[in-house]
């Protein structure tokens, strides 16, 4: 697909990403979605169709775009010299003018995502990829990135996800189009996704029916 012939390296970037997005428990978006349409019996085919429609969302499936995105602007605006405090300057800049800075922050860990860690050991042992100029970006940008977030105050986890250097791995390889990285990401999904599914089939699950309250009820368990 890429031209590539027999990429080595490429081959082994794509079994360590489609392993470690194999699977994020299961109350994500489309990890919910997926095990909710399968409770109704619904065929597997169908139950991680649903997912991926929830994986189409931008606030779901579009994370590392986002931070590839962001990582290229500032590669452009400030050109060759990656320093860390031109890359403090640029994050300031960023949170200053209310946005946030991708790839930083998870819903959950409140500590380095283990993921991220992997990755970056896998730029590491690879001479040539990390010397490509987005990757010393991704690097330094978690050297610094910590420090700036945990000033500004406003983080529970200053430290980076998986977002923060999936996708520039894949530029550097040759996937620009940035649209077919859900497609990756949807790949990889299908194998927890599914596996939930094949579970909650063996232990004879029910349907899922979430409870519903009416304001009064949430009134009296808040004066409870």
């Not at 995105?69 to 960023?94: A, C, F, P, S, V």
Request: net charge neutral; glycine share 8%; proline share 5%.
């Amino acid at each position: 697909m890429l031209g590539y012939g027999d990429n080595h390296d490429l081959t082994e970037y794509l079994r360590l990403y489609i392993a470690i997005h194999g699977d994020h428990e299961g109350g994500n978006a489309s990890a919910h979605t997926s095990h909710l349409v399968s409770s109704t019996l619904s065929d597997p085919y169908l139950s991680y169709a649903a997912a991926l429609y929830a994986l189409a969302g931008p606030l779901h499936g579009l994370a590392n775009q986002e931070v590839l995105r962001w990582q290229l602007n500032m590669q452009q605006e400030i050109g060759g010299e990656i320093t860390h405090d031109i890359i403090r300057e640029y994050l300031w800049k960023t949170l200053k003018s209310g946005q946030v800075v991708p790839g930083y922050g998870h819903g959950v860990l409140r500590s380095p995502d283990p993921r991220f860690i992997a990755l970056q050991e896998f730029c590491e042992t690879r001479p040539k990829l990390l010397a490509d100029p987005v990757i010393q970006l991704v690097k330094k940008t978690y050297e610094v990135a910590p420090g700036v977030l945990t000033e500004h105050g406003k983080t529970k986890n200053p430290y980076p996800n998986v977002d923060a250097a999936s996708g520039c791995v894949l530029y550097h390889y040759g996937l620009t189009q940035f649209k077919y990285y859900t497609v990756i990401f949807g790949v990889s999904r299908a194998l927890g996704a599914l596996t939930q599914v094949v579970w909650a089939r063996a232990l004879g699950l029910p349907i899922e029916r979430p409870k519903s309250l009416s304001m009064d009820t949430i009134e009296k368990i808040v004066k409870q």
